[in-house]
């Protein structure tokens, strides 16, 4: 069966998703992308100009794919904490099964490259404020409805999005993360106030 030129890419762009996941960004090279690809290295210089190029694309990849995500529910029929809880609860299981992801995730994994810092504040950030924006709908749905309090939607936006970094933190420091979760999810709707 021969590959088309989308599905080229796509073969591409997951093999590299399982050398970054396994090695990570800086000890990863095009040669072990293409081996795992089963493609000459040509071809995947057909695809991407270079290795940050094939890693910002799975960047966005995984930021579009939660997009939709967020989308699908924010549209949904429940109300805005179990809209909430739904997001937390499916993003954190699915990154706490994939291993190496959250590292993926982290910009600390690549924050010496400067010229991928510049690229993916061009590239993703814009993205990136697109979840904002998404999770800041559902809150301002919740303040109307009288379920939250009035407060700002995009920096509890933001909070919120920090907790699913908060879990994978806590998983990684304690190997663990059941009861956690809700743990976690309380602070966000409760506080730390008694």
């Known amino acids: 069966m021969k590959l088309t030129s989308q599905s080229k890419r796509e073969v591409i762009l997951k093999a590299a998703e399982g050398i970054f996941l396994k090695k990570g960004f800086f000890p990863t090279r ?3 992308i293409a081996r795992a690809a089963r493609v000459a290295k040509g071809t995947v210089y057909l695809y ?3 290795k940050e190029s ?7 990849q995984k930021i579009e794919e939660g997009i939709s995500f967020l989308k699908m529910v ?25 291993e ?6 982290s910009i600390e994994n690549i924050n010496v490259a400067e010229k991928i810092v510049k690229r993916v504040r061009r590239e993703v950030f814009p993205r990136v404020k697109e979840m904002v924006r998404l999770i800041a709908q559902i809150i301002r749905e919740g303040m109307e409805r009288k379920e939250f309090r009035t407060t700002n939607p995009e920096l509890a936006a933001l909070y919120f999005l920090h907790l699913i970094h ?23 709707f409760k506080g730390v106030e008694g």
Request: hydrophobic share 40%; net charge negative; charged share 30%.
């Open 100 to 105: 190496g992801l959250p590292s993926f995730f």
């Open 54 to 60: 094939i890693y910002l694309a799975l960047f966005t």
């Open 48 to 50: 991407f100009s270079d």
């Open 166 to 188: 908060v879990g994978l933190i806590y998983q990684v420091f304690t190997g663990k993360l059941r009861g956690e979760k809700e743990m976690i999810k309380d602070l966000f």
């Open 74 to 98: 924010e549209k949904g029929p429940d109300p805005p904490k179990a809209k909430l809880e739904r997001i937390f609860d499916t993003w954190l299981s699915n990154l706490a099964k994939s």
């Open 30 to 32: 095009i040669d072990d």
